[in-house]
């Protein structure tokens, strides 16, 4: 049985055939498969020369320089050099002698062991060079405002993995399918490892099933809902970074101007109005810590109708004063309708203490910071 090379997707395939030898397709012009099969030795790292003279060796079997020269087309004062590398690299053998013999190592041993050692070290000098690049990244100042676009499908979705993985406390996103398989791992992942963290999902699609969400259904810490008509694919975490998918771009920003927008916009016109599929599992003694007041709102709710107390430590400021203010205590009460939504503290003191969010205007405290824990 004779065997032809096939090139698919930039990998080399040996696959039988009752077709010409395959010493006929190593030789140059035949077909354009010797050109293909040249350009995928060059991807993996062989110059010209030494895929020409590998490819010649393995139509050859056993041959001398000046033979493998002619064969490859090399200049005979070059091949002694190109067979040397190529026998350096592992893809060559030599048998001493007058003249010296050259076998090429079969290729299901040679490429193997060549492309891993290749991929080993490219792997390590990108680790290196990333590590020089994220100092100079770091040690670099951007002018306002922090708006950046993408085209990449690919980069924006490594780019969201890297800011749930960052999370450092809650966040929220309203997403479509797609988007959805490609960061549900990463996001299972974040909330698994980190029980601290706080998040809400709603789905822009209709699921198929609660099996199909049952990564996400396994979490306590997550709060999921649905809304098939929502169009906005975004994600935010931390009040302080998020990400929202066009049809052909991906808008990345940390402007808080644009986050607290997406945060109303979120919050009234999707979040609100979906339908809610899974509520927050309360762990207790778990201190829940969040920068979303109306997140923390509805995980106090949870926690309150289970039985649970809620005891809350809030950082933000004064809004009468315009200062810094912290303040702890348990909550008494919880308020969330149309236009309103705080919840009440009640310290040791036995003073109560009105808790809103971003822009309160009617309560006592704006909170940036709330710290949740269920006893």
């Not at 406390?169 to 990463?186: P, Q, R, V, Y």
């Not at 289970?306 to 005891?311: R, T, V």
Request: net charge neutral; proline share 4%; hydrophobic share 40%.
């Amino acid at each position: 049985m004779e065997i032809v090379l096939i090139k698919c997707m930039r990998e080399v395939y040996l696959e039988p055939s009752n077709l010409l030898p395959i010493s006929v397709y190593l030789v140059p012009n035949m077909d354009g498969k010797y050109n293909e099969i040249l350009e995928f030795l060059e991807f993996i790292g062989l110059k010209s020369y030494e895929g020409k003279a590998y490819l010649a060796l393995l139509s050859l079997g056993e041959s001398t320089a000046p033979k493998i020269s002619s064969k490859a087309g090399i200049p005979l004062p070059r091949i002694y050099d190109v067979l040397e590398s190529l026998t350096t690299k592992g893809l060559v053998e030599v048998k001493p002698g007058r003249p010296r013999v050259y076998k090429a190592i079969p290729p299901s041993i040679a490429l193997n062991y060549y492309v891993r050692r290749y991929i080993e070290n490219i792997l390590t000098l990108n680790e290196k060079i990333i590590g020089e690049l994220s100092r100079l990244y770091s040690s670099t100042s951007y002018e306002r405002p922090l708006i950046w676009l993408s085209r990449s499908f690919e980069m924006s979705i490594e780019r969201a993995k890297d800011m749930i993985r960052n999370m450092a406390m809650d966040g929220f996103t309203a997403i479509s399918e797609t988007h959805f398989n490609k960061l549900l791992d990463t996001l299972h992942a974040k909330l698994l490892r980190n029980q601290s963290s706080v998040f809400t999902v709603t789905l822009i699609f209709e699921p198929a099933g609660l099996r199909s969400l049952e990564k996400l259904i396994s979490l306590n810490n997550v709060d999921v809902r649905v809304l098939p008509t929502g169009i906005i694919d975004a994600l935010e975490v931390d009040s302080s970074n998020a990400i929202m998918f066009g049809k052909t771009y991906t808008l990345f920003t940390r402007e808080w101007e644009l986050i607290l927008l997406l945060n109303e916009t979120f919050y009234h016109g999707y979040w609100r109005i979906a339908k809610r599929i899974k509520e927050f599992n309360i762990t207790p003694n778990v201190p829940y810590k969040l920068t979303h007041h109306w997140l923390s709102i509805a995980l106090i709710s949870d926690g309150m109708k289970l039985g649970f107390n809620a005891k809350v430590k809030v950082k933000g400021r004064k809004v009468k004063l315009n200062e810094p203010f912290e303040v702890e205590g348990y909550v008494s009460k919880v308020r969330a309708d149309e236009f309103i939504r705080n919840f009440t503290l009640e310290t040791k003191d036995g003073e109560e203490i009105l808790v809103g969010g971003i822009g309160a205007s009617i309560e006592d405290v704006e909170a940036r910071y709330i710290e949740i824990v269920f006893t």
